[in-house]
């Protein structure tokens, strides 16, 4: 028996769903959330949870790991959900899918038409630059 008490779950009301924001810099957290098996070119099924994040954003969690944000569109709905929830979880399900080169996260029920196609400027956080122990991969003259 565990004496560590569980905080209580409440499922979070997220309408037909939408995609969370900023997956061109969450890749590497969204990949090391993935089980061995996973990975492949398929969507896998996501329990999420959903936190009051920094300046006002609602962050969604995939086995603990920031993996997103909630759109503009669906944030004040979802952080007054929280706030009511106190101390306990708020979850919702979801899938982790493949979108091009991207992983993106989709909140809510999967939706039968498949899953949208993200707008241009959708994201807004830059793409971190690779780096091995703090020093940047970038080759002199080539751009990248």
Do not use: C
């Amino acid at each position: 028996m565990s004496l560590r008490a569980r905080r209580p779950v409440i499922v979070a009301e997220v309408g037909d769903g939408f995609v969370a924001t900023e997956a061109p810099a969450l890749q590497v957290p969204i990949r090391e959330a993935f089980a061995p098996a996973e990975g492949k070119p398929s969507p896998i099924p996501a329990e999420l949870a959903l936190e009051e994040g920094a300046g006002g954003r609602v962050a969604v969690l995939w086995r603990n790991r920031y993996v997103g944000f909630v759109p503009a569109a669906h944030r004040d709905a979802l952080a007054a959900q929280i706030a009511a929830a106190g101390r306990a979880t708020v979850r919702a399900d979801g899938y982790v899918y493949p979108d091009g080169a991207l992983w993106r996260v989709w909140v809510g029920p999967r939706p039968p038409a498949g899953f949208p196609e993200v707008a241009a400027g959708y994201d807004e956080l830059p793409v971190p630059e690779t780096t091995i122990f703090g020093f940047s991969l970038k080759r002199p003259g080539s751009g990248a």
